[in-house]
């Protein structure tokens, strides 16, 4: 059960557990230990053996889910560089690496998997600064264990550069979410709402947002999106349709 609370105070549970819709997939609301994470990661390392030689998956299966797939517009939610085949896959200044990251109401999981070096690297939290406490303990871990450097944390420069944000205003949907996005004497202001079967998750998020570049927009964290700095990147979709990318999911443009 995932837990919720302001920093400082004791965390409480959640009253849900789970509102994403099935369509927010692929995922299957699994339930796992730590153990059980690292024990799948460290069947991909084996070539798709488990720890008793039983072979899970093909070898072939194994190498094609880290081939890249598709690039992906947003490179700091999850600190991604393209997808594969249910895996995220991560360019550490020319080290490779797969894993996937997850999140519900409360509860924040991690994995990263370092082929060349053996390492697998797993946490799961249920409550508190699960972004924070994951960016300095992979940070240690995969610089000691697979001299990894992990990528600087996502935010704003102190003299963000000026862009013009008439092309982004308007509204954006997908399923449970609507966004709308509006001028402010040439501030770009987000509205996040939660609708249909998710709109009790949260309140309304308001946030006026800080360019990063001439795409790509920073949002101060809250609410649902407790990092420091919540990635907002505008972006088209294959189908010519422009969208805006929050929490890696694309919410296409309707008006």
């Known amino acids: 059960m995932g837990h919720l609370g302001e920093p400082g105070e004791d965390p409480k549970p959640a009253e849900e557990w789970d509102l994403m819709p099935r369509s927010a997939g692929p995922y299957g609301r699994v339930c796992a230990t730590a153990t059980d994470v690292a024990r799948l990661a460290r069947m991909h390392l084996r070539g798709g053996a488990a720890q008793d030689g039983t072979q899970v998956l093909a070898p072939g299966a194994v190498a094609a889910m880290q081939r890249r797939e598709v690039d992906v517009p947003d490179k700091w939610t999850v600190s991604a560089d393209g ?42 939290t249920n409550g508190g600064g699960a972004r924070q406490l994951y960016a300095a303990l992979f940070q240690e871990l995969l610089g000691e264990l697979a001299r990894v450097t992990m990528p600087e944390p996502f935010g704003p420069a102190p003299e963000p550069p000026a862009v013009d944000i008439s092309p982004f205003v308007g509204t954006y949907r997908r399923e449970g979410v609507i966004i709308r996005v509006s001028d402010h004497g ?21 946030m006026d947002l800080v360019p990063v570049s001439p795409t790509v927009f920073a949002g101060p964290g809250a609410g649902a999106f407790s990092e420091d700095w919540m990635p907002v990147v505008f972006s088209t979709l294959p189908t010519g349709v422009a969208c805006v990318y929050i929490g890696m999911r694309a919410a296409p443009r309707v008006d």
């Open 186 to 206: 040439g501030v770009a202001h987000l509205v996040y709402e939660f609708v249909d079967g998710m709109k009790d998750l949260s309140p309304p998020l308001e």
């Open 83 to 124: 997808w594969g085949l249910g895996w995220t896959l991560y360019d550490w200044a020319g080290m490779p690496g797969y894993g996937h990251d997850g999140a519900s109401i409360g509860q924040y999981g991690y994995l990263r998997v370092v082929p060349d070096a053996g390492v697998a690297v797993v946490l799961l």
